[in-house]
C-alpha cells in the first residue's frame, strides 16, 4: 500500500532553517520514497513500511539533534504524489 503524508517542521529556535534543511535532505537522500518540498510543509510518497521506517528514523534525529521540534504531519492512505 502506498501512502502520502505531508509534515511540517517547527525548530523553536532563532536558527530554524538549517534545522529544516537538514532533515528535508536526510529523507531525499533515502532510496525508495519521494519528496516534495514547498514553503509550507514537505511532502512524501512511497510505500507505507518504508515511509514509516523513515519517518520514524529522521523524526528521531530530528528531535536528538535540536532541542526543542515541533512535527505535525497529515497521512494518506493513497498515493498523492503530483
Keep these: 500500500m502506498n501512502i502520502s503524508v505531508e509534515l511540517s517542521m517547527y525548530p523553536l529556535a532563532e536558527e530554524y532553517g538549517t534545522p529544516i534543511l537538514k532533515f528535508i535532505n536526510r529523507l531525499k537522500a533515502c532510496d525508495g520514497i519521494s519528496v516534495s518540498t514547498n514553503t ?3 511532502q512524501v510518497f512511497g510505500d ?7 519517518l520514524k528514523k529522521e523524526m528521531k534525529k530530528a528531535f536528538e539533534d535540536e532541542k526543542t521540534v515541533v512535527m505535525v504531519a497529515k497521512f494518506a492512505n493513497l498515493d498523492l504524489k503530483p
Design 48 to 54: 507505507y513500511d518504508l515511509v514509516m521506517d523513515v
Design 40 to 42: 509550507m510543509s514537505t
